[in-house]
């Protein structure tokens, strides 16, 4: 996961990924690319996870064969920063 985490801001940070469907419509010599944007990397994991693509999935496949994929691509655009919180001080 690229989650990343700065010491000096104490802060981690989430970037945008997207999540593709990569396929071939060989009568027309194109390779399209379907697409969702996701503000984390685990929310475009769940999509897969949870199958929540594969019936388009599947229907490409049907209609333009097997040379299909599909993946989650995590950019370095940042969607967020998540600073964590203060913790109270435990007395002593």
Same mark, same amino acid.
């Given at each position: 996961?690229?989650?990343?985490?700065?010491?000096?801001?104490?802060?981690?940070?989430?970037?945008?990924?997207?999540?593709?469907?990569?396929?071939?419509?060989?009568?027309?010599?194109?390779?399209? /690319?379907?697409?969702? *944007?996701?503000? @984390?990397?685990?929310?475009?994991?769940?999509?897969?996870? %949870?199958?929540?693509?594969?019936?388009?999935?599947?229907?490409?496949?049907?209609?333009?064969?097997?040379?299909?994929? /599909?993946?989650?691509? *995590?950019?370095? @655009?940042?969607?967020?920063?998540?600073?964590?919180?203060? %913790?109270?001080?435990?007395?002593?």
């Amino acid at each position: 996961m690229k989650t990343r985490y700065t010491e000096t801001m104490n802060t981690m940070i989430e970037f945008f990924t997207i999540l593709f469907i990569d396929y071939e419509v060989p009568e027309y010599g194109a390779a399209p /690319m379907a697409s969702i *944007v996701y503000a @984390t990397e685990d929310h475009c994991q769940q999509a897969m996870d %949870r199958g929540l693509a594969d019936p388009i999935y599947d229907h490409l496949t049907g209609l333009y064969s097997n040379d299909i994929m /599909m993946f989650c691509y *995590v950019t370095d @655009t940042v969607s967020t920063y998540i600073r964590p919180r203060a %913790r109270p001080m435990e007395n002593s």
